[in-house]
């Protein structure tokens, strides 16, 4: 990154009905800042596509797999965990950046990035799985996939490109 930073995303997360502000920022070494509530929180996570990985907390090691749009499990721990307000919107109301089924699919970045590479063109028909973009955060590639088969309609970024929690990525109608 060059010179200037991007302001922190902020958007407000329920989980489990409790409602918590977090704002997430880059830092320039390329990790996470993230404050919860207000209160600083050592975050670094390790989520394959699937949403499968590892999250570290503080310094604790926690096990984490995606069930769903909303259920998280954190160390066997089921939660439900929503995005709410703008930043819900933004992302199509899909915690994890997608949103599936009949209506198409609107891939947002769900964390800062940098998109590593584009694997589709504008009015290439895709079947549910297929690759879309793959996007490097954290010193990790993560690819995103269709939730289901579409055309690609709209492609807003480009290999290279530095993106934001909740900008609009690639659109499948």
Not at 37 to 52: F, M, P, Q
Request: proline fraction near 5%; charged fraction near 25%.
């Amino acid at each position: 990154m060059t010179g200037s930073r991007r302001p922190p995303a902020r958007m407000a997360v329920r989980v489990d009905g409790t409602l918590f502000v977090v704002e997430v920022e880059e830092s320039p070494v390329g990790r996470l800042a993230v404050q919860v509530d207000g209160r600083a929180v050592d975050v670094d996570a390790r989520l394959d596509a699937s949403g499968s990985g590892s999250l570290l907390l503080d310094g604790t090691s926690h096990v984490v797999d995606q069930h769903g749009e909303t259920d998280v499990v954190v160390d066997g721990e089921a939660f439900t965990v929503q995005i709410e307000g703008d930043a819900a919107r933004r992302r199509g109301g899909s915690p994890d950046g997608r949103q599936g089924g009949g209506g198409g699919q609107r891939l947002v970045a769900p964390m800062p990035g940098k998109v590593a590479a584009v694997l589709v063109a504008v009015g290439q028909p895709v079947e549910r799985g297929a690759g879309l973009v793959v996007l490097e955060a954290m010193k990790m590639e993560n690819e995103f996939r269709a939730m289901g088969s579409g055309v690609v309609t709209e492609i807003h970024v480009s290999p290279g490109q530095a993106v934001n929690a909740g900008d609009l990525l690639i659109v499948i109608a």
